[in-house]
C-alpha cells in the first residue's frame, strides 16, 4: 500500500514537472529555459528554412537574368513583379515560414532576422510600401545594432527601388556614421553605388564601387561587379580606369558571355588611342572573335564594336556598314534596336540625312520595349523627323507639280509616259524576283537571296525583308490612303484618303510622280493570233495612269496659289526646324530668306526676322534683321525682344525690378488694364533684363485675364519660345496644358 502511494506520487510528480517546464516555455517568458527553447525552434523551424527559400528564389533570379549589354548594366538587378513570378512559390513559403517567429517565438533572438527576411522577399516582389514599413519596424522595435544596421540598409534599397531618391540618401547618410559590421559594410557600399548609379553619378558609383572589391569573393558576381565598374568608368570618360577593371573580370571566374564582353569593351576603351600597332592588334582580335565558333551567336556583337570605333575614328560611313553586318548577323538580337538607333543617330547627326535618320529611328522603336529609357527621347526625335521629312516632301512636290503645270501639252505627256514607263519598268524586275523567290520556295531551296539570312546590306535586300524599306512603304502607303484597315474594296473611291501634305512620289524616297498611280494595274488579255489588247488593255491602263497623273498638276490659279500657300507654310515650319530642333542655323538663314525671296508679303515676316536675326547673332555675322524688323514692325513683341541694348548695367536692372514691383502692385489691386499697357511697354524697355521672364510672364497671366483664351494660349507658346532657359518655363507649359484642356 504503502509502495502504491509512493508510485502516484512520483507520476504527479512528474506531470506537475513536465506542465511546470511547458508553462514556462511561453513565447513571452523571459526565462532561460523558455527563451533557450524558442531560440532552438525558431532558428531551426522556421528561420533556417525561410532563409534557404529567399537565397534560393535570388539566385534563381541571377541565374535566369537577362543582361542588356548594350547599356550600363545595373549594379543590383532591379526587384521586376513579372520576372519574381517565376519564384512567387519560393518567396511565398519564406514569408509563410518567417511569419511563424512572430506568431509563435515573440521572445526569441530571430525575431529581428524574421522581420527582415518578411521585409526581402517583400522587396523582391515588388511590394514596396510593406517592405518599407517591415524595415522601419525593425529599425523602431529591434533590439540587436547589427540587425538595426541590416534593416536601414535593405530600407535605403526600398527606397532606391521606389525612385525615392532624397529618403534613400538620408538613410545612406546616417548609415555612414554608424559602425557596421563586415556584411553591413559590403551591403551599404552596393547599395549605394546603386543608387549613385540610378542617379546618373557614373564617376561616385564606380568610386564606390572600386572600394567594396575587397571584401568580396572571386565569383560570377564579382565579376559582373567589376565590368559593371568598367563600364561606368568609361562612361565617366576614365578610358584607363575602365581597362583595369576589365581586365579585373577574367580574374574573377566570369561567365563566358562577362569575359567576352569585358574583352570587347576593352577593346572599345583602347578604341581612340592613334597607335597603329595597337589598332592592327585590334582588328588581328576581332578576326579571332570571328571565326571562334562559341562567338557565332555574338557576331552582331563583335560587328557592333567594329562600328563603333570606325565611328570614333571618323569613318562615318565605314561604321555604319559594320552596324549593318551586325543587324545581319542576328536580326533577332536585343542589340538590334540599339545598332538601329545608333545608325540613325549617325545619319542625323553626322550625315544630316533625315530621311533615312527617321527610317532607322522608326525600326528601333519598332523594337523598343516602351519602359526603356530611351524609347521616349527616341520618338520625340522621330517624330520631329516625321515633320521635315514631312515638309521637305511638300516642297519638292508641289515645286515639281507646279514646274509641270508649265510645260507645254507635248512635253508634259512625254514626261509623264517616261515616268510610267520607269515605274512598269521597276514593277516587273520587282515581280520577277517575287516569281524567283516562290519558284525557290516551292523547289524546296530555303536559302532565299535577298531574305534576312543573306549577306547583302539592307538596301539591296528585297524590300519584304529589309525594315527600312519597310518602314519607308508604310509611311508612303498611309500618306496616299490613310490608315486603312485591311478588307475588302479597300482601294475604292468611295474612301477617303488623308490629306497628308507629301505627295507619294516624293523623291526623297527614291520614287517618281509615277508613285501617285496605281502601279498594279491589271494587264488585259491579248488575242491569241495577233497579240492584240482587247479593250481595257494596257492602252487604257496607261491612259488611265496619265488621267490620275494630270489631275494633280495645278494648272488652275486657284490651284497654283494652294500650291505655293503649302510650300510657304513648309518653308516657314523647315526653318524653325533647323533653328530650334536641329540648331543649325545656317540652314535656317537660308530656308527663311528662301521663304522671303519667294512670297515677301507671308505673315510670319515679323516673327521670321526675328529668327534670322537670332540665327545671324549665333553664327557671330553682322545681319540687317533687327533693324528691319524694328523699322518695319515697331510694335510687335519680336522687335520689343530684340531692344536689348536698352536694359544694361545695375541702374537699368534696378529700374527694371522697379517697373516689375509697380505693375504687380496694379495686378493684385485688380487695375488690370492699366498693368497689361505697362507690362507691354515695360517688355520694350527693359528686354534685356534678367527680370524679363518674369515679366514676361506676368503679362501673360494678364493677357488671360484680360483677353481671349486663343490670346492666352498664343501669349503662353510665345513665352515658351522666347525664355527656353527661364526657370518659370514648366510653370508656363503646366499652364498652356491646363488651357489646353480646356479646349
Not at 699 to 724: C, M, N, W
Request: net charge positive.
Amino acid at each position: 500500500m504503502v509502495r502504491f502511494r509512493y508510485s502516484s506520487f512520483l507520476l504527479l510528480s512528474t506531470v506537475v514537472s513536465l506542465l511546470s517546464g511547458l508553462l514556462s516555455c511561453s513565447q513571452y517568458s523571459t526565462k532561460p529555459v523558455s527563451k533557450g527553447y524558442h531560440n532552438l525552434t525558431a532558428h531551426y523551424n522556421a528561420y533556417v528554412i525561410a532563409r534557404d527559400e529567399l537565397e534560393q528564389a535570388e539566385a534563381t533570379l541571377f541565374k535566369t537574368r537577362q543582361e542588356n549589354y548594350s547599356q550600363v548594366l545595373p549594379i543590383l538587378l532591379p526587384v521586376d513583379s513579372t520576372k519574381s513570378q517565376a519564384v512567387k512559390q519560393f518567396l511565398d513559403d519564406a514569408i509563410k515560414k518567417a511569419s511563424l517567429i512572430p506568431e509563435r517565438h515573440q521572445n526569441s533572438k530571430w525575431l529581428d532576422d524574421a522581420y527582415i527576411l518578411i521585409g526581402r522577399a517583400r522587396l523582391l516582389k515588388q511590394d514596396l510600401p510593406n517592405a518599407i514599413e517591415v524595415f522601419k519596424y525593425v529599425n523602431t522595435k529591434g533590439t540587436d545594432p547589427d540587425d538595426k544596421h541590416t534593416a536601414l540598409v535593405w530600407l535605403m534599397r526600398s527606397y532606391v527601388e521606389a525612385n525615392d531618391y532624397a529618403n534613400a540618401q538620408n538613410v545612406g547618410e546616417y548609415l555612414r556614421a554608424q559602425p557596421l559590421n563586415k556584411a553591413n559594410t559590403r551591403d551599404y557600399y552596393l547599395t549605394n553605388a546603386y543608387l549613385n548609379e540610378r542617379q546618373g553619378k557614373y564617376a561616385v558609383a564606380a568610386a564606390i564601387l572600386e572600394a567594396t572589391f575587397p571584401v568580396l569573393p572571386k565569383n560570377e558576381v564579382t565579376a559582373r561587379l567589376h565590368l559593371i565598374a568598367g563600364q561606368l568608368y568609361d562612361i565617366s570618360g576614365q578610358p584607363a580606369k575602365a581597362v583595369a577593371q576589365y581586365k579585373q573580370v577574367a580574374k574573377s571566374r566570369p561567365s563566358y558571355d562577362q569575359l567576352f564582353y569585358a574583352n570587347l569593351y576593352a577593346i572599345q576603351s583602347k578604341g581612340l588611342s592613334s597607335d597603329i600597332q595597337e589598332a592592327a592588334t585590334s582588328e588581328r582580335t576581332f578576326e579571332t572573335m570571328l571565326n571562334d565558333r562559341k562567338n557565332a551567336d555574338l557576331k552582331d556583337k563583335i560587328y557592333a564594336t567594329m562600328g563603333l570605333l570606325e565611328v570614333r575614328k571618323g569613318n562615318i560611313d565605314k561604321g555604319i556598314d559594320y552596324y549593318r553586318r551586325a543587324i545581319q548577323a542576328s536580326p533577332s538580337s536585343t542589340q538590334v534596336p540599339y545598332t538601329y538607333q545608333e545608325i540613325g543617330r549617325l545619319f542625323d547627326q553626322k550625315k544630316g540625312d533625315y530621311a533615312q535618320a527617321k527610317a532607322y529611328y522608326d525600326s528601333a522603336l519598332a523594337q523598343f520595349p516602351r519602359q526603356s529609357a530611351d524609347y521616349a527621347a527616341l520618338l520625340t526625335r522621330r517624330n520631329t523627323l516625321d515633320e521635315f521629312v514631312q515638309y521637305k516632301n511638300t516642297i519638292y512636290t508641289e515645286d515639281s507639280l507646279l514646274r509641270l503645270a508649265k510645260l507645254p501639252p507635248a512635253e508634259l505627256n512625254k514626261v509623264i509616259d517616261d515616268a510610267i514607263r520607269r515605274r512598269q519598268e521597276a514593277d516587273k524586275a520587282q515581280a520577277a524576283l517575287a516569281q524567283q523567290i516562290a519558284d525557290r520556295v516551292s523547289g524546296g531551296v530555303t536559302s532565299i537571296p535577298g531574305a534576312t539570312n543573306s549577306d547583302l546590306s539592307p538596301d539591296q535586300r528585297w524590300v519584304l525583308y529589309n525594315p527600312v524599306a519597310l518602314s519607308q512603304g508604310r509611311q508612303e502607303f498611309q500618306s496616299r490612303w490613310g490608315n486603312r484597315p485591311l478588307e475588302d474594296d479597300w482601294r475604292r473611291s468611295t474612301k477617303q484618303a488623308s490629306d497628308a501634305i507629301a505627295g507619294t512620289g516624293s523623291p526623297l524616297n527614291g520614287e517618281s510622280l509615277a508613285n501617285s498611280i496605281n502601279p498594279n494595274a491589271p494587264l488585259a488579255p491579248q488575242d491569241a493570233t495577233n497579240g492584240t489588247p482587247v479593250i481595257g488593255g494596257p492602252v487604257s491602263a496607261n491612259q488611265a495612269q496619265r488621267d490620275a497623273m494630270r489631275a494633280k498638276i495645278p494648272f488652275t490659279a486657284d490651284g497654283q496659289l494652294q500650291a505655293n500657300q503649302r510650300v510657304e507654310t513648309a518653308l516657314y515650319k523647315l526653318g524653325k526646324l533647323y533653328k530650334f530642333q536641329f540648331n543649325q542655323p545656317a540652314d535656317a538663314i537660308s530656308t527663311f530668306e528662301q521663304l522671303l525671296n519667294r512670297y515677301p508679303n507671308t505673315i510670319q515676316k515679323p516673327e521670321v526676322y526675328y529668327l534670322l536675326h537670332l540665327s545671324n547673332e549665333q553664327l557671330g555675322k553682322a545681319s540687317p534683321w533687327k533693324d528691319r524688323l524694328q523699322t518695319e514692325f515697331p510694335n510687335t513683341t519680336y522687335a520689343r525682344l530684340t531692344g536689348r541694348t536698352t536694359a544694361q548695367g545695375s541702374d537699368a536692372e534696378a529700374r527694371a525690378l522697379a517697373v516689375y514691383t509697380q505693375i504687380y502692385d496694379l495686378y493684385k489691386e485688380n487695375n488690370l488694364t492699366e498693368a497689361l499697357a505697362r507690362a507691354d511697354k515695360a517688355l520694350g524697355d527693359y528686354a534685356g533684363a534678367k527680370i524679363s521672364d518674369k515679366l514676361a510672364l506676368l503679362r501673360v497671366l494678364l493677357v488671360g485675364k484680360l483677353q481671349t483664351p486663343d490670346s492666352y494660349r498664343q501669349a503662353l507658346s510665345e513665352f515658351i519660345r522666347d525664355f527656353p532657359g527661364s526657370p518659370l518655363l514648366f510653370r508656363a507649359k503646366e499652364m498652356l496644358a491646363a488651357v489646353n484642356q480646356k479646349k
